[in-house]
């Protein structure tokens, strides 16, 4: 077969409707299950740096709309701090957007203490509206300008993407600061889809101690006063507690540039000791062999794998880079019993890690070597019940706007 015959079925593979039938499993949430165990827990206190909270609340935010419109409502709601990272924040043609950064100078005026960490590389994108922040009161932060540590520069980059007003409420997910429902192209031009999670309770304020770690690495001078991080007592983790819904949450991030990669410790503890089903579902597969082999072992064992990604029917308008890994990200799973599903109908820029039911995690952390290598990242681990029973229901519906993908040869 030429390299052309080859290019063309690719291709195709992208925009056939290839469909598989495959049954998904059904809910269930398992209060015996290891993950839930007080043993797995503490070891992993120990190796992700992190610890258990519980008496959270939470909010699934489907959608840009949802999600700002909470942000909105939060920093509004500030009487004391708004902490905020970003690794995308401008607002060009966007209405919402203008309006978030008036309410952030109000804000600063009325005596709230604004910090506002951004990407360097992409605070170019708007430049003008940090200077106009700046002169307002805001305290800015640029994320890498650049690293030590940090070969290629610019390689490292803040994709942290969070809001914490007062230590107390959070959101927190993979949006970036701009309505990705892109108000200014004509409906139905670029379909987008997100999921954002809002976050009440003690792991809010474990965010907004992250926050200040990571602030006094960049701007030290005038760093904000960390929060009082709760020392909490061992968890009574019996399956009769567990009938109830106690609100568990884990905060973690990774600073892989730091060797600090929290989010990879424990995804990769998950996939080795998952027993039923793991669905991830971010906007492009790129992972490393650890990754890639932890995954494939867990699918020959038994385990329902399935990787959620874009197909070229919904990236279309992505730089070539992103294409290319089209041809390098699907490869090692060739002849694997891992399911690949493309999203067919709305670009998914959702990233969320979901595991037997009893481990559901939101955050901005992608399957790809960006994510496990390079970028500042973070993630909401539910152990709630409820929580992840909704986050199933979605990442059903998103199933349904996808196809499997075959590989052709």
């Not at 992993?44 to 942000?71: C, M, R, W």
């Not at 942290?160 to 230590?167: L, N, P």
Request: hydrophobic share 40%; proline share 6%.
């Amino acid at each position: 077969m030429s390299v052309i015959s080859k290019i063309f079925i690719f291709g195709l593979l992208f925009l056939l409707p290839w469909y598989s039938f495959a049954k998904w499993p059904e809910f269930q949430y398992d209060p015996n299950h290891p993950f839930l165990q007080s043993e797995f827990q503490t070891d992993a206190d120990t190796f992700t740096h992190s610890q258990v909270t519980y008496g959270n609340q939470f909010e699934l935010l489907i959608d840009a709309e949802p999600s700002l419109k909470k942000k909105i409502e939060l920093v509004k709601s500030a009487k004391e701090t708004i902490f905020i990272t970003a690794m995308i924040f401008l607002r060009y043609i966007d209405p919402t957007i203008k309006e978030f950064v008036e309410i952030l100078i109000q804000k600063a005026k009325e005596g709230v203490e604004v910090y506002v960490i951004i990407d360097s590389l992409n605070a170019n994108l708007d430049p003008q509206m940090f200077k106009k922040l700046s002169r307002k009161g805001v305290h800015l932060g640029y994320f890498n300008q650049t690293l030590k540590s940090d070969p290629i520069p610019w390689k490292i980059r803040m994709h942290e993407k969070y809001i914490v007003v007062d230590d107390a409420k959070a959101v927190l997910g993979g949006q970036n600061l701009y309505d990705e429902r892109y108000p200014f192209i004509p409906k139905n031009f670029m379909e987008w889809r997100d999921t954002d999670i809002y976050v009440e309770g003690p792991a809010a304020r474990m965010i907004a101690a992250h926050f200040c770690d990571l602030w006094k690495t960049m701007e030290p001078s005038i760093s904000p006063p960390p929060p009082e991080v709760e020392e909490f007592p061992p968890l009574d983790l019996s399956p009769e507690k567990r009938k109830f819904h106690i609100s568990e949450a884990r905060f973690l991030y990774n600073e892989p540039y730091t060797g600090q990669k929290n989010i990879n410790r424990y995804y990769l503890k998950l996939i080795e000791n998952a027993q039923h089903h793991i669905f991830w579902a971010a906007n492009q597969v790129a992972l490393n062999k650890e990754f890639e082999n932890a995954l494939k072992d867990a699918a020959r064992r038994g385990v329902q794998v399935t990787l959620l990604t874009n197909s070229f029917a919904t990236s279309w308008w992505a730089p070539g880079w992103y294409h290319y890994y089209f041809w390098i990200g699907y490869r090692p799973f060739r002849n694997s019993k891992v399911t690949l599903r493309l999203y067919q109908n709305r670009y998914n820029h959702s990233k969320i890690f979901y595991v037997d039911g009893v481990v559901a995690s939101i955050g901005s952390f992608n399957h790809d070597t960006f994510s496990l290598e390079n970028d500042a990242e973070i993630t909401v681990v539910s152990y709630d019940r409820d929580l992840n029973q909704k986050v199933y229901q979605q990442l059903l519906l998103d199933l349904e706007d996808t196809n499997r993908f075959w590989f052709p040869f």
